[in-house]
């Protein structure tokens, strides 16, 4: 491949010190751009207009399963380093200090269908939705952060997910709302990444396509011209980061060769049509753990700072070979409180704790990128049996400092309990300030 002849864009590096980027120096290639990871030997984020330091931005993700968790083992007690947490939680354990378990919170508008798709399309709005089949629901706080961050990155924010979108009708609601969260205006559901190659070209290449072009050879002259001007620390990370690259890229290449969507079993021996490129994996841990990996070099390059990942749909209809539970669908599982579910619900804890733990490794500063981020995860009802009083909510991540982890918050009984004044609190941190979202007025003062 031909490479580009020139090491950093012509704004990137500081007149002022000939060896001092900043924090948008891009490594460059043909037909890729990838931004760089946090350096000591960068202005850190002070090139940013308005900014007044280098702290790093605030990152918001939001992770999803449908159809709630195990009716006994979602709990919380105590606080900080002591406190205990029910089985399914227990993936957390680690980062007890460094979450918020809330309870109590709930969407009222979801109570009216009391069904998969009317308990889901508006769970990050609060919105009214339409029924009859017809698609009207809110604009998710998710993409409220994006419209006002997304102008300062490459990727306003991703939206991913595991399980490919339903477009039929349910009860007299779409299923679309079973299968989007993240809504770009009342009428749009955000358009969801199911394929990681496609995904990972989002970040580092200028057009989203097929290709056979390894993004790491693309910018490979860049990066080693690099190299020669900054620091040791600084090379190693470097290093580690195009090393994670490398890996995510040649993870994507096996999925993609084993086969295309996950839970598929062939009716034929062999294929009466060639493969298509860029499939999705079919084993859905490898999915998940790609998403997961593409969520956190989004955040680590700043090429985005809002990453909704929907595990599977509401409703779901994924299956879990890799735990050994294959006899039955996630739906169908969710209705009862069997060992089997309660794995299935450890297994969806295990890719919060992986990407927390991930973020963790990375240092910006004097915080790390878990420090400067904030992971919420949520279902849709407490448990199998439609029950959306009240929603199982976590919140992981300091969100730049603003978030005093190792509590439970419990807002049951509470009047002003709406699940919509956790989002107006969340994007307060992001620099969002609204007077009202959905049905909340108010943000929760202890979030």
């Known amino acids: 491949m031909t490479h580009s002849s020139k090491t950093v864009s012509s704004n990137a590096q500081d007149s002022n010190h ?63 380093a002591q406190m205990e947490l029910g089985r399914v939680l227990q993936p957390l354990n680690d980062f007890r200090q460094r979450m918020l378990v809330i309870n109590g919170l709930y969407n009222s508008e979801a109570l009216k269908g009391n069904i998969h798709s009317s308990q889901t399309g508006n769970l990050l709005s609060g919105a009214p939705l339409a ?20 102008k300062s990155t490459k990727v306003p924010s991703l939206v991913l997910a595991c399980e490919k979108s339903n477009p039929s009708v349910h009860k007299n609601y779409s299923m679309l709302y079973s299968s989007h969260i993240s809504w770009s205006s009342p009428t749009t559901p955000t358009p969801l990444e199911l394929y990681p190659a496609l995904a990972f070209d989002r970040l580092f290449k200028d057009e989203v396509s097929a290709s056979d072009h390894s993004v790491l050879d693309a910018v490979l002259e860049d990066a080693k011209s690099m190299r020669l001007k900054i620091s040791t620390t600084d090379r190693r990370k470097l290093d580690e980061y195009l090393d994670s690259v490398r890996d995510v890229e040649a993870r994507i290449e096996g999925a993609g060769q084993r086969g295309e969507l996950q839970g598929w079993r062939p009716t034929l021996d062999k294929p009466t049509m060639a ?21 956190v070099l989004g955040f680590q390059t700043d090429t985005t700072r809002v990453c909704s990942l929907k595990l599977n749909n509401d409703h779901s209809s994924l299956r879990f070979p890799n735990l050994g539970v294959d006899y ?10 069997t060992e089997d579910w309660l794995k299935v619900n450890q297994f969806f804890l295990q890719q ?4 927390a733990a991930k973020l963790d490794a990375i240092q910006e500063g004097p915080r ?67 007077d009202s979202f959905g049905d909340a007025r108010e943000p929760l003062a202890e979030v």
């Open 328 to 337: 039955m669908i996630h739906h169908l599982l969710s209705h009862s409180d």
């Open 131 to 150: 029924a009859g089949g017809e698609i009207r629901s809110g604009t998710s706080f998710d993409q409220v952060i994006a419209q006002h961050q997304g």
């Open 18 to 80: 000939p060896n001092h980027f900043t924090r948008r120096t891009l490594l460059r290639g043909v037909g890729v751009s990838m931004a760089l990871p946090m350096l000591e030997s960068m202005s850190a984020w002070a090139d940013q207009p308005n900014s007044e330091n280098s702290d790093a931005p605030v990152r918001t993700a939001v992770l999803f399963s449908g159809n709630g968790f195990h009716s006994k083992e979602w709990w919380a007690r105590g606080a900080g």
């Open 352 to 355: 919060i704790a992986y990407i």
């Open 275 to 295: 493969r298509p490129a860029d499939g999705v994996p079919q084993d859905i841990a490898d999915h998940m753990r790609l998403m997961c990996d593409i969520l």
């Open 368 to 434: 790390t990128a878990l420090d400067n981020s904030m992971i919420m995860f949520c279902s849709s009802m407490m448990t199998g049996s439609h029950d959306a009083t009240k929603l199982p909510v976590i919140v992981v991540g300091g969100g730049g400092g603003k978030i005093e982890g190792g509590r439970v918050l419990d807002y049951s009984g509470q009047e002003n309990r709406q699940m919509c004044r956790l989002f107006l609190s969340l994007m307060n941190k992001t620099g969002v300030k609204l």
